[in-house]
């Protein structure tokens, strides 16, 4: 029966289930080769040749398929939609060649479909095509660009500025983005602005709010009332006039459906209504689509097959009625730049189940499901109708002018099903005002002014970073998730109440980048060098010629920065980013002037965590250092030297930033005493939160809290690897929580560890699942464990351990049954079975021997032989940019 290969188990056996016993389907589980992590690979001295390697997990799947080909030599290739999948397939067929499992009159066909449903599968069967060779071409560009950024700028950095750890062609763009606004938020000066607004009273009673537009018969810009006094003079124009309605304006309006979701839309979405990253958002919607619910999620099409836009029409019929119908169906045109994905939006394969109707254990991927399954039916409904009205207030002398608007929805459309979340707020009316008509006198009950500032703008989210990166054309839908895990895990942004805030070592990089590397850091040249990838992907270009253009210049700059020093470097940022570490002080005097001795040379200076900040040129005379950034952002923030809490019997207590997060230190290291006491700041403490006196409990641990009334052994209370805890001789007892360290008692003490004595003198309590998953196929619960050496999945006698990109509360029991059938496929390897089989030999031999050959022969079926270890060479740290 003819092979069919896919990329991942789950969605095999998705694929198995409608193909039927006639084929077999079988997995590739992702890529199968990449660039080897080291230098060479990409060889630009032989026409951008390319070294392959198949990675080490993925021969045993290669195997898998060239044995079953060995039946039927039928290839047929269904990997995903897009260049990824196109790369994969192309992958395959290069990986099987070589294996000679492939031969020129093999027949190797390949299949595409949109969504993992019978229908689409089977109709995918019938028109097989040939591996795309211009969608190979521009992953191969994509790729080989991707690895000379990496391993060729990278170094660059390593050399130049220690600390820091890689660049990559989107992923410093990306970085740029984030820096730049944080550049406009510190630059960013708040001015002040009033507003008046006045509570009014209607013939009738109603009560409505109306704000101040005209003063003086002059419209108000935002910025006229710009003090109180200004203000209050305002106020006292209204308050010495009579009011009355000077008009009423009525109008008709409609608010039309979003489009349906692409990856970007889906990823900002689900980032705003449910806070969900965006690598959380694609893997849900992996585990949708690879289970037949969504069509495929890696995507920047917005059209809808006619076959579902018919089924989603039904579907609202069905539910609202024929009022919610347009007349015809609803078009949408992609606006975004670059947009080239050939593929359908994001939509449920079926239209007429809700989240309702199907069955989805994990929350996250219900949540996501019922969002594409809302936004896709609410993009073919018809508008919403609304009335908004404008009511024109004055005083007879028209010398002030306040207006009041509202809008009521006459007809909510698609608004009874979905409506998209907003990235800031707005100050939309959605009130009805009350009846008034044009002459009629209004009462003015109270008029108030209002004190506002101007604000900066905000920082990214991942949903506004992904919007941001959409509109410049910068990366592509599988990219983004990828690039804004990979900023975080390099140390170059962090993720804070979900806003994304650059760090010193992002920022150092990102200056390094401009104004040594300017082009390749620029938002239009990245954009532009996506629009030749698109040409080389349409076949319009050719790929080596990209490859050709790219390398010559890219080149050129490398060399340029080949004989700077650190100290060139050091000074150049310092001159580049003076502007915000050392801005002009009011009195004129030096900015860069040592606050502390007086003559010194402040500079920027790298420390050897990675990150950067401020000292004094007198070093080590003068140690006065500060953060890295503005001097008003260094109050408060923790040093390199630390930040001084007070003294306590004579010693300074300090709190540091160090390798492994904040500490508190009593004294300071010398000679004599290297290294200090110092104790880590448990993780519900903030830095910020820290006082002298917390600090000085903290590094007075363990605490004794009395001799236990038994035996007059000490009991004593501390923090310790696994949390707090009381401790009397070898038993040991947790406590709920920090505070209890300090305050717990004897009574309480005493109780605790009786409690801990009666669980089982000694004995370690049976661990408690951290989630149930439910049952296997086969039958037995699945769980997931806290172990030793991390949390792993249990299934009778079968644990699998989870991995590290996994977390365990978000592990979902189709990714636990993956697990679960590689760890019990796994079979011993060959060769230790085979030494193992002679040391019983050995050990049966020696059973018959003398006496005296006893022991020896004991130990050496006691110790039987070992397969040997192999220790793998550290690869460089090398971003890739592209998934």
């Not at 007198?618 to 008003?632: D, L, V």
Request: proline content about 7%; some cysteine.
């Amino acid at each position: 029966m003819p092979v069919v290969v896919v990329e991942s188990p789950a969605k095999a056996k998705t694929i198995n289930k409608y193909l039927g016993s006639d084929y077999q389907v079988l997995a590739s589980y992702g890529h199968v080769r990449d660039l080897p992590p080291k230098d060479g690979s990409v060889d630009t001295d032989e026409d951008f040749a390319m070294t392959w390697e198949v990675d080490a997990n993925s021969k045993k799947h290669i195997k898998a398929i060239a044995d079953a080909l060995k039946a039927d030599p039928n290839l047929i290739l269904a990997t995903d939609p897009d260049r990824e999948g196109e790369a994969i397939s192309w992958h395959l067929v290069e990986a099987l060649t070589d294996r000679k499992a492939i031969k020129k009159d093999t027949p190797v066909s390949r299949v595409v479909f949109n969504a993992i449903t019978k229908s689409a599968v089977t109709e995918a069967m019938q028109n097989p095509r040939q591996v795309d060779a211009p969608l190979v071409e521009a992953y191969l560009a994509r790729r080989a660009l991707d690895y000379l950024v990496g391993f060729k700028l990278s170094p660059v950095l390593w050399r130049k500025l220690p600390g820091a750890k890689s660049a990559g062609r989107v992923q410093s763009v990306c970085l740029r983005v984030i820096v730049d606004r944080e550049v406009e938020i510190e630059a960013f000066r708040a001015q002040e602005y009033w507003t008046v607004a006045a509570e009014i009273e209607t013939p009738r009673g109603q009560i409505f709010t109306a704000r101040l537009v005209t003063l003086g018969g002059k419209k108000l810009d935002k910025f006229d009332l710009g003090n109180q006094v200004a203000a209050e003079m305002a106020v006292q124009a209204v308050t010495s006039r009579a009011l009355s309605v000077q008009g009423v304006e009525a109008k008709p309006a409609q608010r039309h459906p979003s489009a349906p979701f692409m990856t970007s839309t889906l990823q900002q979405e689900a980032s705003r209504k449910f806070g969900m990253g965006a690598k959380a958002t694609m893997s849900a919607a992996q585990r949708l689509y690879e289970a037949g619910l969504i069509t495929y999620m890696r995507t920047d099409g917005i059209d809808m097959a006619p076959e579902a836009v018919m089924a989603a029409r039904d579907a609202i019929r069905d539910k609202f009625g024929a009022d919610y119908l347009p007349a015809s169906p609803r078009m949408y045109k992609n606006k975004a730049k670059n947009a080239q994905e050939a593929h359908e939006c994001i939509r449920p394969t079926d239209m007429t189940r809700g989240v309702e109707q199907q069955k989805i254990v994990d929350a996250d991927q219900r949540k996501l499901y019922d969002l594409i399954y809302k936004r896709t039916i609410a993009s073919q409904m018809a508008a919403a109708r609304l009335e908004r009205t404008t009511v024109d207030i004055g005083a007879a002398d028209g010398q002030v002018g306040l207006r009041a608007t509202g809008q009521v929805v006459l007809f909510d459309g698609f608004l009874a099903i979905y409506e998209e979340g907003r990235d800031d707020s707005t100050d939309e009316d959605e009130g009805r005002l009350p009846q008034m008509m044009q002459g009629e006198a209004l009462k003015k009950l109270a008029v108030t002014p209002d004190q506002h500032f101007t604000q900066p703008p905000p920082r990214y989210t991942e949903a506004t970073l992904v919007k941001r990166m959409e509109e410049l054309g910068i990366g592509r839908p599988s990219t983004y998730a990828s690039i804004v895990t990979t900023i975080q895990d390099r140390g170059y942004v962090q993720k804070d109440k979900n806003r994304l805030i650059p760090q010193d070592k992002g920022r150092l990089v990102t200056a390094f980048l401009e104004n040594y590397f300017p082009r390749y850091v620029e938002y239009d040249f990245t954009a532009g060098l996506e629009d030749q990838l698109d040409k080389v992907s349409a076949g319009d270009a050719d790929y080596k010629d990209v490859l050709r253009q790219f390398w010559r210049d890219f080149s050129a700059a490398l060399n340029e920065t080949s004989e700077l020093r650190i100290t060139d470097v050091l000074e150049k940022l310092n001159e580049v980013l003076s502007p915000i570490m050392f801005p002009p002080k009011p009195d004129g005097s030096d900015p860069r002037a040592c606050p502390n001795c007086g003559n010194g040379h402040l500079s920027m200076r790298t420390a050897r965590s990675g990150g950067a900040f401020i000292g004094c040129s007198n070093y080590p005379e003068c140690r006065f250092t500060r953060p890295f950034g503005p001097p008003e952002l260094a109050e408060g923030a923790i040093g390199p030297d630390g930040r001084l809490l007070g003294h306590d019997e004579g010693d300074p207590i300090t709190l540091r930033d160090g390798r492994f997060g904040p500490y508190v230190q009593r004294g300071e290291a010398t000679e004599e005493v290297p290294k200090p006491p110092r104790a880590s700041l448990p993780k519900t403490w903030s830095p910020d939160e820290v006082t002298l006196e917390r600090a000085v409990s903290l590094l007075n641990l363990p605490r004794p809290v009395g001799p236990h009334p038994e035996d007059g052994v000490l009991i004593e209370a501390g923090l310790g690897r696994f949390g707090p805890f009381i401790k009397h001789g070898s038993t040991y007892a947790n406590l709920k929580s920090i505070d209890e360290v300090f305050e717990i008692g004897m009574n309480h003490a005493v109780e605790l560890l009786a409690q801990k004595l009666a669980g089982g003198r000694g004995r370690t309590a049976v661990a408690k699942p951290l989630k149930e998953l439910g049952d296997h196929p086969d039958g037995g619960a699945i769980t997931v464990m806290p172990g030793r050496y991390g949390p792993y999945v249990k299934w009778e006698k079968v644990n699998a351990t989870i991995p590290k990109d996994i977390e365990p509360e978000a592990l979902t029991i189709e990714q636990a049954l993956e697990l679960i059938t590689a760890k019990a496929g796994k079979k011993p390897a060959k060769k230790p079975a085979k030494k193992a089989a002679t040391a019983k030999a050995a050990t049966t031999k020696a059973k018959a021997a003398p006496k005296a050959k006893t022991t020896k022969a004991k130990a050496a079926s006691a110790d039987p032989a070992k397969p040997k270890r192999k220790t793998a060479k550290a690869a460089p740290d090398v971003v890739e940019d592209e998934a």
